[in-house]
């Protein structure tokens, strides 16, 4: 079983930035799709980047060329660095890892990121 514990979410100013990271346990990290969603208040789930095994990287049209995700196979941990937050961006950041071997997916628990004056 694949468990994932983002963090790195907080309060910030628009304009700023943040940080997120998901550490995983309990799989074989380097072949999962590992990705990043979004879910604002009165909204459903959104998608916001992916990245795949390969390095391939997949953004959400509205977060291109401002949020960047990468991934560190040697510590099992994907991030999502995020510059030039916009108010828009305020919602709880949900880590989630995808297995193309057998099409599991797995969840962790959302790190909450506003962006507010």
């Known amino acids: 079983q694949v468990q994932l514990v983002a963090s790195g979410g907080g309060l910030v100013q628009p304009g700023g930035s943040l940080r997120l990271s998901c550490a995983a346990s309990g799989g074989i990290f380097s072949r999962y799709t590992m990705g990043w969603y979004r879910r604002a208040p009165g909204k459903s789930r959104e998608f916001v980047a992916n990245?795949?095994?390969?390095?391939?990287?997949n953004y959400k049209d509205s977060v291109k060329g401002r949020f960047t995700i990468s991934r560190d196979n040697t510590k099992n941990t994907v991030y999502l660095q995020m510059n030039s937050l916009e108010p828009e961006d305020t919602a709880a950041y949900l880590c989630?890892?995808?297995?193309?071997?057998?099409?599991?997916?797995?969840w962790g628990q959302g790190t909450q990121v506003t962006v507010s004056s």
């Open positions: 989630n890892a995808f297995d193309p071997t057998d099409g599991n997916d797995y």
């Open positions: 990245i795949v095994s390969g390095d391939i990287r």
